[in-house]
């Protein structure tokens, strides 16, 4: 390549690029303008991206070819194609995981655009030409109509929207979706599109309707259900069963109903004393009686029983006798039980983070708009030093497993009353409520930096030593909470920064290469 008079670049181009340029220059056959983008290297050490220009010129009566070489900096192109790279990868990987869809409907060209989750939720090739009226008439029959009133008010207006109705896939199934969507403005506030997203949620339908016709079994069954009747003689201690209420307490249809003492013996010891008063106080009227307890059958089964009672009196207004009902309400009770456990761990979920038990970022953030204003607070913002090493050498497991023991000793230096979340991979935040006390602040760093520290090794085999960084930030008063992430972020990674530099320096200042190398992959510095 020298010999025919081209610059010699190879040492200024990144390896990657240098051969194929190489190749292409060896070429000499280039007729027309070439152009390439390649990364060459700076001065200052960095490679930064160019469009390389090559052009031939023919002069002279001879014809002799030459070729002009230009460059211009592309960096800021490229690096804006990467990130749209990214963020497009990021939004598919969205999309197939939660299994949501998105749509735009351009108002100044008629264009429609739907993504892949969309296409794959109505059952329609990818290459078919998406249209608004295809849309709205994948809609179910009866819902269509309300569909279509609510996106031509949407154009119309710009009103934002969110429904939830079935469409027919085009092989026939029916689906529940759920659509919502908002206008998109110009600068001078004309309604230009409508953009919306498209998600099925049939589980979640088919669930409320499972849930739904279980709620009507129970309620069938509850009516249908026998009760059974008692009635208790208050002057000679006497009750009457009938073979129903024998049935409900485990007992055979020609045995013998038990007296009251028996009766009470029956009752859960928990529930005794309570169910004994009560019907005391009705028989002396002081309120009614209708209540549930629990009770033991003589195999040891337990039951829950709903009891209801009334008393009669005779003609000076003295109780003779209490006459009531008895149902078994075990399975309604078990089922209230189960709903309230799930909705109980539904918003638990929702707030904390599944691995360590801590709150994760939704349950941070719903503290802060709820919480009171703090006077004064600290906030610590913790990163892990050298958690990839865990990942990669022990896996995902010893990573889960060290930072549940981070969040652990995180959980075991704070107060009582302070909070601790997980808000990201190896992040945490630590909000040191109603103090801004310098003192407190380190002492709590220090006990976390050190019990962080001496965790080495960890899991099956030595995954590397690791440590902690902590930004510290305040807010209260007119600093918001938000300020103090962002000061606590940027004091986090300077911190980070520093330590790096430091440990750097140190392993090559006593250190092999090939111990350099060891000693700064344990710390998760390469």
């Known amino acids: ?118 296409y794959n939720t109505l059952g329609v090739d990818p290459a078919t030409r998406p249209t608004l009226e295809a849309a709205i008439s994948a809609y179910h029959p009866d819902d269509r109509e309300q569909v279509g009133a609510i996106v031509d008010k949407a154009f119309a207006d710009g009103s934002s929207f969110a429904h939830e109705s079935r469409i027919i896939r085009a092989d026939g199934a029916i689906r529940d979706i759920a659509s919502s969507g908002q206008a998109e403005r110009d600068v001078d506030g004309n309604i230009v599109a409508v953009f919306g997203v498209f998600q099925d949620i049939t589980w979640r339908k088919d669930a409320e309707r499972e849930r739904q016709r279980l709620s009507e079994r129970v309620i ?152 009171s204003q703090e006077s004064c607070a600290t906030l610590l913002y913790l990163d892990i030093d050298g958690f990839k090493a865990i990942n990669d050498r022990g896996g995902h497991e010893a990573g889960d497993d060290t930072l549940r023991d981070v969040a652990r000793i995180i959980g075991e230096a704070v107060r009582d009353g302070d909070l601790t979340a997980r808000v990201g991979g190896d992040e945490f935040v630590v909000v040191l409520r109603d103090t801004c006390d310098y003192a407190t602040t380190q002492k709590i760093i220090a006990r976390i930096t050190a019990a962080v520290s001496s965790m080495r090794p960890l899991g099956p085999i030595n995954t590397g030593r690791i440590g902690i960084s902590v930004g510290v930030g305040h807010f209260g008063g007119a600093a918001t909470f938000s300020n103090a992430v962002r000061e606590a972020d940027a004091n986090l990674y300077r911190r980070k920064a520093e330590k790096k530099k430091r440990l750097i320096e140190s392993v090559h200042s006593r250190s092999s290469p090939d111990r350099q190398s060891n000693e700064l992959w344990d710390y998760g510095a390469l």
């Open 220 to 371: 069938v069954a509850t009516q249908a259900a026998s009760v059974g009747v008692w009635e208790w003689d208050i002057l000679t201690d006497t009750l009457v069963w009938d073979s129903i209420m024998l049935s409900l307490y485990g007992l055979d249809a020609d045995a013998t109903a038990p007296n009251y003492q028996t009766w009470t013996e029956s009752l859960h010891a928990e529930d005794r004393e309570r169910v004994d008063i009560l019907l005391k106080r009705t028989v002396s009227g002081e309120g009614p009686f209708d209540t549930e307890f629990r009770i033991f059958w003589p195999n040891g089964a337990q039951r829950v029983i709903r009891a209801m009672a009334t008393v009669l009196l005779d003609g000076t207004g003295k109780p003779l006798r209490v006459i009531g009902t008895n149902s078994d309400i075990t399975e309604i009770r078990g089922l209230a039980d189960q709903l309230r456990h799930e909705k109980e761990a539904a918003m638990l979920a929702s707030t904390h983070d599944a691995l360590t038990s801590l709150l994760n970022r939704r349950g941070l953030e719903a503290w802060v708009g709820s919480s």
């Open 1 to 118: 390549v020298a010999e025919r008079g081209f610059p010699n670049l190879g040492g200024f181009l990144h390896p990657d690029d240098a051969q194929e340029l190489s190749s292409m220059l060896q070429d000499m056959t280039i007729q027309a303008e070439v152009r390439r983008d390649l990364r060459i290297l700076r001065s200052d050490g960095m490679y930064r991206w160019h469009e390389l220009r090559i052009v031939p010129i023919s002069e002279g009566v001879e014809h002799r070819k030459h070729w002009l070489f230009s460059c211009r900096d592309i960096e800021e192109r490229i690096s804006a194609q990467t990130k749209l790279r990214e963020a497009n990868r990021l939004m598919q990987m969205a999309e197939n995981i939660t299994h949501v869809g998105y749509w735009r409907v351009d108002l100044l060209s008629s264009s429609v655009y739907w993504s892949d989750e969309v």
